[in-house]
């Protein structure tokens, strides 16, 4: 895959709502083995810092607490709740009842349900299979195990894996992808945009369900040329209706929509025939299943592996035994987790929720299976689940809702359960990695909290553990709701936490 500088052309609004002239998102560092395939969160600008204002500091520590929460600007909908982990006293409380979005802190509920229903340790196996030996097959079959650390370089390998067994030709490439249904997470939809946060899950995934375009300037009142990594033969198809222009000026718009099951790649404006080369960042696809199997057969192909039919979308055929022809594998599931909390990676939680769904309801994991899934994995919990809805399992928009006392029954219960401590240590920690790197980087509170941020353009929410004075364990949930920028209201939960933590 190509790696490009990223040039900022200029910001021109396209139907999606996403202009290609915005740079990408950095993502935080990583702290665990798989690499995200691009920034796939909203979360992913939470490690920027807050300033460090004035906190009270007076003996009665829950009129501080208020009075630092009662600052937050605006007229907005919040709610907060602290517990010391050891008495259940609450510290302080405001609104702790009321019904509110989350954001990505829902990922909480994906996560624990993930832990208290995977083998944690267990690495997912992408297959491929035959009926017969030989230079000619009458099929391949490419097994999804739902890994969404898959990368084109995996899949590279898998299809020379194939050629070095001598196969040479396939009459049939069958995919079994019947883990998970191929439907886009409930609530995705509620906003139109190409980001690489809001791409499907499915059980054969590629890059994040990403795609790279490049674009190089054409002959002066030519079309550009537009080039698309990873090759996925016709489950991409580019709409090229942009202009190659003299001078230094351009407007060049780059979005990816769906048509159908394929991602349609519209490169629209003008690009300055100056320029050498121009990258797009990463982009969603239209459908994850569809568009990995594509890029199989193309890599089938380029390996030596003609491909007469397909691919087609159906269960491993049971007529016969198959043999194991390839395989790859190398991430657990921890591993995954970590991601999905300390990146706040959206891709990788909508995975653990379908797995979970899968596990308790069966395959084709679906939403709703999923939502029942979590229900029945944080069952034996006891819950106070009043106002708490989890729909999908990234925290995406307004699918689900929480309110602070059942976030904090949550962690109170992953507190003392056998699987809190892996779930713990997926969290962010602040002032040190994930979405926290950047916060609380302060002596006194470095180290010491582990968290789930949450942020859309209308959200702030934080919630997880603080270490406090004298061995103190807290749990605490704050929601900030309707706000114009997270900025102030996480310099508030800040304040917040350096006032917890201190005598």
């Known amino acids: 895959m190509l790696a490009l500088r990223f040039v900022i052309l200029c910001l021109v609004l396209c139907p999606s709502g996403s202009a290609w002239a915005r740079p990408p998102v950095k993502p935080a560092a990583q702290a665990v083995a798989p690499k995200p395939a691009a920034a796939t969160s909203e979360d992913a600008d939470d490690d920027a810092s807050t300033p460090v204002d004035a906190v009270p500091r007076t003996p009665d520590k829950a009129s501080d607490l208020r009075a630092i929460f009662r600052s937050a600007p605006g007229k907005v909908r919040g709610g907060a709740l602290i517990v010391d982990l050891a008495t259940g006293a609450t510290v302080f ?25 995977l083998d944690l340790d267990k690495k997912p196996t992408t297959e491929v299979k035959a009926a017969t030996a030989g230079p000619t097959v009458p099929a391949l079959v490419l097994v999804g195990a739902a890994d969404p650390t898959m990368t084109l370089g995996d899949y590279k390998k898998l299809a020379q ?48 369900s990403t795609l790279q375009v490049t674009v190089r300037p054409g002959a002066v009142d030519a079309p550009p040329v537009v080039e698309v990594s990873p090759d996925a033969g016709p489950a991409v198809v580019v709409v090229n209706q ?51 199997a594509h890029v199989f057969k193309q890599l089938l192909g380029a390996s030596g592996v003609a491909v007469e039919e397909g691919p087609v979308f159906a269960a491993e055929p049971k007529g016969q035994p198959l043999r194991l022809v390839a395989s790859h594998v190398h991430h657990d599931w921890r591993a995954v987790l970590h991601v999905t909390n300390k990146q706040s990676h959206n891709q990788y939680a909508e995975t ?38 989890i729909a999908n399992g990234s925290g ?9 006392r059942a976030a904090v029954s949550l962690l109170r219960a992953m507190h003392k359960d056998t699987a809190g401590a892996a779930w713990r240590a997926s969290l962010a920690v602040g002032g040190v ?5 950047g916060r ?56 917040m936490l350096r006032r917890l933590v201190a005598n």
């Open 93 to 117: 409380e405001e609104n702790a009842d009321k019904v509110l979005t989350p954001a990505s802190v829902a990922k909480l509920y994906t996560s624990a349900a993930a832990v208290r229903t």
């Open 161 to 208: 894996a194939v050629a070095a067994s001598g196969i040479r030709r396939a009459k049939k490439l069958i995919i079994d992808a019947t883990l998970f249904d191929d439907a886009l997470p409930t609530g995705f939809d509620q906003k139109a945009t190409d980001a690489a946060y809001r791409a499907p899950v499915g059980a054969l995934q590629l890059d994040a």
């Open 242 to 292: 942009a202009r190659t222009v003299k001078g230094k000026k351009d407007a060049l718009v780059v979005v990816t929509r769906p048509a159908g099951r394929k991602t349609e790649v519209v490169v629209s404006g003008t690009l300055s025939v100056t320029h050498k080369v121009v990258g797009s960042g990463r982009r969603r696809v239209a459908d994850s299943t569809f568009f990995a």
């Open 352 to 389: 653990l929720y379908k797995l979970v769904g899968a596990h308790h309801g069966g395959a084709p994991a679906t939403a709703l299976k999923a939502q029942e899934g979590v229900r029945k994995a944080l069952e034996p919990l006891a819950l106070t689940w009043d106002g708490t809805k």
């Open 396 to 404: 995406l928009y307004k699918a689900d809702t929480v309110t602070c």
């Open 433 to 437: 990695d994930g979405t926290l790197r």
């Open 440 to 495: 609380l980087k302060a002596p006194e509170t470095k180290g010491k909290v582990q968290a789930k941020t949450g942020t859309l353009d209308d959200v702030s929410g934080l919630a997880g553990y603080a270490d406090g004075a004298g061995g103190k364990v807290y749990a605490f949930a704050f929601f900030f709701n309707d706000i114009a920028g997270a900025g102030p209201y996480r310099a508030v939960q800040d304040r």
